[in-house]
């Protein structure tokens, strides 16, 4: 069963205020739309993401979602159900997890169980027990409304892609606030599976501060290093830091023998632990022969970010007599940064010699040492 997931984040979050609307206001560094996008991308029944976008907010959505596969931005509408209905009417799956952007944070096992509802209902929705005591209120409060039986429901809701168009053809009533009503309004069954507190909605200004507070406590900083050296051979120029560098000599290697990328590239799957660039990309697989570095780095990037990390920064130092590095240092910060979806200020390179000593002062080869810093722990 082919699944997409479609993003709803064309709102003004008025009631959130903060001047910019709330799904492109940071949490830990990360605008709250691209949270929600990768904790939904991330799960292995996800096939596609897919986001609906406020006409005019196209720039603020470009910079949220820099480096994510999203293909093109859908433009929503004035209702959040006239922006569901957008996203609808250009997808194609079996399967669509309709998702609101203003729910950052997405538990793997609420998926896993939307997903497994889908086999025998034609839709399901995550839904949390009411705690409280429920009343109406006007200034003072007026008769208690029973509690039992009534439940929260949340986003992701999971549908049948050909189910829930159908139900909002036929659908004529106000505009919904989720599809569970248009799809059970059309006489289908809703499956209510277990949701998470995780998926609670930013509504207002304090679900902010909550949320900021949640995240702290799940987020550890961790530190990975990388290091790598290859040798002179044949003529330049060579590829330092995804950059053509001018230079008599050139450096050997299978791929374009990029010593700042790989050095980088280990640092990151350290960082993670998730091995090493030699296990990803062994030298003995011909696919690599000759392969620009900055695929290693990509491919890097999007196995820390699968597993859930923030790639805060990366530092690396090159050792080498020659070439000099200070004249093409921005540029390679520039090109990195790209690469892996960071801004230049998340990227630093260095450089030292050895005074004539080793293989590298001997200029017998150029090394480098790289650090990544990354957050992990979120969302198993
Ligand atoms: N949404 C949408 N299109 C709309 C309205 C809402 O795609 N015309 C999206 C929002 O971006 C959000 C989700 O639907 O991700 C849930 O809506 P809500 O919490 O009401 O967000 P806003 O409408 O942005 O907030 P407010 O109602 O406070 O203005
Ligand atoms: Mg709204």
Same mark, same amino acid.
């Given at each position: 069963m082919s699944v997409t997931a479609l993003i709803?984040?064309?709102?003004?979050?008025?009631?959130?205020?903060?001047g910019l609307p709330k799904q492109y206001r940071l949490l830990a560094g990360r605008p709250v739309l691209r949270w929600a996008v990768e904790? =939904?991308? %991330?799960?292995p029944s996800v096939?596609?993401?897919?986001?609906?976008i406020g006409s005019g907010q196209q720039e603020l959505a470009n910079a949220a979602l820099n480096g994510m596969a999203v293909g093109e931005l859908i433009e929503g509408g004035a209702e959040r159900a006239d922006s569901v209905r957008a996203g609808l009417a250009v997808i194609d799956a079996d399967a669509v997890l309709v998702h609101d952007a203003a729910r950052p944070f997405c538990p793997g096992s609420v998926l896993d169980r939307l997903v497994a509802s889908l086999e025998f209902h034609e839709g399901a929705a995550p839904v949390l027990p009411v705690g409280d005591t429920l009343a109406r209120a006007d200034g003072t409060l007026d008769e208690a409304v029973d509690r039992n039986? =009534?439940? %929260?429901?949340?986003t992701p809701q999971a549908f049948r892609l050909s189910s829930l168009k159908a139900a909002y053809d036929r659908w004529s009533g106000p505009s919904p606030t989720d599809e569970t009503s248009v799809l059970r309004a059309a006489g289908m069954k809703v499956a209510a599976v277990e949701g998470d507190p995780a998926l609670e909605k930013l509504t207002r200004p304090a679900d902010f501060e909550r949320a900021e507070q949640w995240l702290?406590?799940?987020?550890?900083p961790r530190t990975g290093m990388g290091f790598d050296v290859h040798a002179f051979a044949g003529e330049g120029p060579l590829m330092l830091g995804g950059v053509e560098v001018p230079h008599?000599?050139?450096?050997?290697?299978?791929?374009?023998?990029?010593?700042?990328l790989h050095a980088i590239t280990d640092a990151l799957l350290g960082a993670a632990a998730l091995a090493d660039i030699g296990e990803h990309f062994p030298p003995s697989d011909?696919?690599?022969?000759?392969?620009?570095?900055?695929?290693?780095?990509s491919h890097a990037v999007e196995l820390v970010r699968r597993r859930g990390a923030i790639i805060d920064h990366v530092d690396c130092t090159i050792i080498?007599?020659?070439p000099k590095v200070g004249p093409h240092r921005d540029a390679m910060r520039r090109r990195i940064a790209e690469v892996a979806g960071l801004s230049i200020e998340q990227v630093s390179i260095k450089a030292t010699t050895t005074e004539g000593l080793g293989f590298a002062g001997r200029r017998e080869g150029i090394a480098a040492q790289a650090v990544a810093s990354i957050r992990m722990g979120i969302l198993k």
């Open positions: 709803v984040a064309a709102g003004k979050g008025e009631r959130a205020g903060g904790s =939904l991308a %991330r799960h096939q596609a993401v897919r986001v609906v039986g =009534l439940v %929260r429901v949340q702290a406590g799940r987020l550890a008599e000599r050139g450096l050997s290697g299978h791929s374009d023998a990029d010593v700042v011909p696919r690599w022969k000759g392969a620009p570095s900055s695929l290693f780095l080498a007599e020659a």
